[in-house]
Every structure is written in C-alpha cells, then in structure tokens.
C-alpha cells in the first residue's frame, strides 16, 4: 500500500472513529509500528490531525488538547530544551510563566531557585511552583479554560500590563514559514503579544515538532526579537530566517 493510501485510510478511520492507535493501524495496514508513526507525523504536520501518545486523535484547529495529553507528548524532548531555559534564570529575578505542558516542564526546574517571584496564568505551575521555599508566586486573574486550568481573558491581559518582567517564559502552538508564530485560541495569542511588550527578554519554549505545524491564529512575526528555546538545532528555512533577524536560538546548555 501505498503512503497516500496508508494517509486516506488512516484519516477515514480517524474521522469514523475519532480515534486511531498505532498498533491497530499497523496490523491492518500490514506494516510496522514505526512506518504508521511516520505517517502520524507527516499528518500532523500538515494538520491533519494530532499525534498523541500511543495514536492520533482528530484535528480542531480552535482547539488545543488538555494538558494531561499533551503532557505524554514527548516528555524527554521538553525536559531537554526546559533545562536549557533554566540556564535564563538568576536568582531576585521577575519572571513571568504562561500555560502548556511545555512550561510545566520548565516550571519543575524552578524549585531550588532562590528569591524569585513568579507571575503566572496557570493554576498547574502556579500549585507546583507555591511550597517552594525561594519562590514568591502570583496568579493572574481570569477566567478559567477547563482543559488546561489556565486563566484567560481581559482581566488576565490587564493585570499582566501592570508588571515588567526581567524574562518571560511562553509555549506556542506552531511555527509555520509562512505564518510566523501561531496559536490555537484568540485569547491565548493575545495574552501573549501582552506579555511580550512587558518584558526585557521574551522567550519562547519550543519542542522541535512545532517547526512547519500549522495553526489559526498569528501571534508574532519569525523576525519578532525574542529567544526560540528548543531542544535541537531548527531546522531550515526556519534557521536562516532566525539568524538574518538577530533571533537568539539556544538549543543545548552553554559549555555543553
């Protein structure tokens, strides 16, 4: 059978059952675990649907997949470019942390930080980050989002607005060539944009699945002045539109 057949048949399954398993689609297309994880791939780049642990689930483009999910998503690829990002932190900083699973697994990285206040829209890092003993944490206001306990809305713009952070932290949805930066949901994508213009250093968080994953909402140009942490080198034409705009891309611990 051949790849666009494998693709058709898969999306046939997807759309009948909502649902599909890698080793289910192997057995019935008569290939290996590997191959359907391919297709898996290729399909969720071209947003087709989106990968989750053990399968697929289907695409919505307004929607983003509860946190719980998305944390089972590549858990050594976030912890890798989360440890980097930790390398950004000095102590008596001012930080700023928004939602995702991506900054989840940045925020573990957080608790032997010493006389650092932490402004974050999510009810997750915000419970993780509280007992520990040199963390100061604030919570934004919101309305609370179900699928990822994050608080969004205009209260949460406004409030961000009153503060300058030394650096911000920020997942993204996707990084398309042609769209830039790109999120799922309007509020988030705003709330972003926010931050970014009340910080000294904005950073974004960055597993490398997201470079050519497309989205429905632009949130800021390739060329917007920030810091791309992610946990390997970004691939082309992504790097060269980085390099020709100044973008700083870290990848791997300084000295490593």
Known sequence: MSELARHATILAALGRDGRVGVAALAQALGVSDETIRRDLATLDAAGRLRRVHGGAVQFRPDEEQPILVRSRIRPREKAQLAAVARGLVKDGMSIFIDTGSTALAFARTL??????????????????????????????????????????????????????????????????????????????????????????????????????????????????????????????????????????????????
Not at 119 to 130: C, E, G, K, Q
Not at 156 to 167: C, G, L, W
Not at 227 to 242: H, K, L, S, W, Y
Request: proline share 5%; charged share 25%; hydrophobic share 45%.
């Open 111 to 256: 608790a032997d930080a010493r006389d650092l206040a932490v402004i974050t829209n999510s009810l997750d890092i915000a419970r993780l980050l509280a007992p520990a003993p040199g963390l100061r944490v604030k919570v934004a206001p919101g309305w609370v989002r179900a699928n990822d306990d994050a608080l969004v809305g205009g209260d949460t713009v406004a409030f961000v607005r009153r503060f300058v952070f030394d650096i911000a932290f920020m997942g993204i949805a996707a990084c398309d060539a042609d769209y830039g930066w790109m999120d799922y949901a309007d509020e988030e994508s705003e709330l972003r944009r926010a931050v970014i213009e009340q910080t000294r250093c904005p950073v974004l968080l960055v597993d490398d699945s997201k470079f050519g994953r497309h989205a429905s909402i632009r949130t800021f140009d390739l060329t917007t002045p920030l810091t791309v942490v992610t946990n390997r080198p970004v691939p082309a034409p992504f790097a060269e539109i980085f390099a020709s705009a100044g973008v700083e891309v870290r990848h791997r611990l300084r000295g490593g």
